[in-house]
């Protein structure tokens, strides 16, 4: 099917892209500023292969460091975390995102944004539109988890064809279907009903306020953190403003029932951060309903299917006033529900081609053209989505925070000279400290030789070495992104 390739060859540009980021070295962890013994680095900095000098035939724990010499300055002093030149623009959810879809990342701690949009998406049966006014907000509470709060806040159905739905007055006399809220579609006992999945009590042309969206996103991994990709989990409540038949059935743009929803979303920046690509699932669990209405002895029901959601695009020049975004989403109808004549696809799946404008850091302007691919028997498939941001990063409070996590490493030897033909092993110590508290890694490398040791002490053998000087390097990773090198040489001698 077109659809599915559509999808599929989104998923593959995606994951292509990143395994390809998984294969290469993580750049947050690349050596880069030298040091001396005694000295250190720090953030993924490390010393070039210069050699350090301590104080010879000393134990470690009373060594005495060498005279201290200034580390040469490295000019990409730099925390993982950047503070873009534009502000990331949030969904139509109010979490960070395209259009209608959002990536992996969260806010950080103390930003927030504000979005108002407007869309308009197709639906049948029926050829009904419905145009979407959608506030939202959303916070950072922590680096790692956001709230957001979500509003529809009109809600307005168009129905082209009021004969294709069973609550339409022009059905008012037909049969009831069973024990269902609806009548037949059809003057007949016993044929199905038909019905809007998602808008279950569309009738007419009618406009009205609908549900309030209460979401949590936990950020498990961020790119602006180091990782290799961004991945989230999310939350959300569905709350209704009406819940009684009456209500239901004078509102038509909600289902009345509280709801709960999980979802994912994985986002990376591919092709040297030239776009993002995101990829999104969710599923909401909706409960089935009975009312007691007048006229009838037993309650009627309505039972909905839950909604598979999924979706993929990318955005486009990510760092650039104008961006360029394109999506694919469907949404996928699960379960058991009550009986309903779709008259063509039940799934609708929609795409999206739109543009976002930065008017300034904190502001930009999203206009999309959205398109359904497989209602065809909609008379009308178009719709859009336009959308006014401001947002808030609180990225120097960031950059100051990750910047006092520093990791700092030294190390010293208990002798810096021993001849080549003694067996006498030389002890090396690193000592190293992070001022975030996280716990330590050390790997160690000689330049010649056998080294062997657990944590910050190792044993270097010179079995066999001509004379000469050799240098010890200790690496140290505090598994948030930071390492620190130390080195220091011994000499052999005749």
């Not at 301590?54 to 040469?72: G, K, R, Y």
């Not at 509102?251 to 709960?260: A, E, L, T």
């Not at 669990?285 to 299917?305: C, D, E, R």
């Not at 716990?439 to 490398?445: A, D, F, G, I, K």
Request: glycine share 8%.
């Amino acid at each position: 099917m077109k659809i599915g390739a559509h999808f599929a060859l989104a998923a593959l540009v995606f994951f292509s892209a990143a395994g390809a980021g998984f294969a290469g070295d993580d750049k947050t962890a690349t050596p880069k500023e030298p040091a001396v013994s005694g000295g250190a680095s720090s953030h993924g900095e490390s010393q070039p292969a210069a050699a350090s000098v301590a104080s010879p035939a000393v134990a470690p724990a009373a060594a005495t460091p060498a005279p201290a010499v200034p580390a040469p300055q490295s000019s990409s002093d730099e925390v993982p975390s950047e503070t873009p030149k534009w502000d990331p623009m949030p969904a139509s959810s109010g979490n960070p995102g395209l259009l209608t879809l959002e990536t992996g990342e969260t806010l950080s701690k103390g930003s927030f944004d504000i979005v108002g949009g407007v869309s308009k998406v197709s639906r049948m049966p029926a050829t009904v539109t419905v145009l979407q006014v959608q506030p939202a907000f959303a916070y950072g509470l922590t680096d790692w988890l956001s709230f957001s709060v979500e509003f529809d806040a009109w809600n307005h159905i168009h129905v082209d064809e009021p004969a294709e739905l069973s609550l339409s007055p022009v059905n008012a006399l037909n049969p009831m279907y069973k024990n269902t809220i609806y009548p037949s579609v059809l003057p007949a006992t016993g044929f199905p009903p038909a019905y809007v999945e998602d808008f279950p009590f569309a009738a007419s042309n009618y406009g009205d306020y609908g549900e309030l969206d209460l979401g949590f996103k936990i950020g498990l991994l961020s790119e602006r953190r180091g990782n290799k990709l961004s991945f989230s989990v999310s939350n959300n409540f569905y709350v209704p403003t009406k819940t009684g038949y009456s209500g239901l059935i004078g509102n038509q743009v909600q289902n009345g029932r509280f709801s709960y929803e999980v979802g994912l979303q994985a986002s990376k920046a591919l092709m040297h951060k030239s776009f993002i690509g995101t990829v999104n699932a969710s599923y909401r669990i909706l409960p089935s309903a009975s009312y007691n209405v007048a006229g009838f002895s037993t309650p009627l029901v309505l039972h909905q299917a839950d909604q598979l959601q999924v979706g993929a695009g990318f955005i486009m020049f990510p760092d650039k006033r104008l961006q360029i975004i394109s999506e694919y989403d469907a949404l996928i109808f699960v379960g058991t529900a009550t009986a309903n004549t779709t008259y063509g696809a039940r799934d609708p799946v929609d795409s999206i081609y739109g543009l976002r404008v930065y008017a300034a850091k904190h502001v930009a302007l999203d206009v999309g053209y959205r398109y359904n691919l497989n209602l065809t028997s909609d008379k009308d498939r178009n719709g859009f989505v336009v959308k006014l941001a401001v947002a808030s990063w609180r990225q120097k409070r960031e950059t100051a925070a990750a910047q006092e996590d520093r990791l700092v490493s030294s190390c010293v030897v208990d002798k810096t000279s021993v001849a080549a033909s003694s067996s006498d092993l030389v002890e090396a110590t690193a000592n190293a400290t992070d001022s975030a508290g996280h716990p330590l890694m050390y790997s160690w490398t000689a330049t010649g030789g056998e080294i062997s040791g657990s944590g910050p002490y190792a044993r270097w053998s010179h079995a066999g070495l001509a004379p000469g000087s050799y240098t010890l390097t200790a690496r140290v990773d505090d598994g948030a992104g930071h390492s620190s090198t130390c080195m220091i040489t011994v000499t052999l001698t005749p």
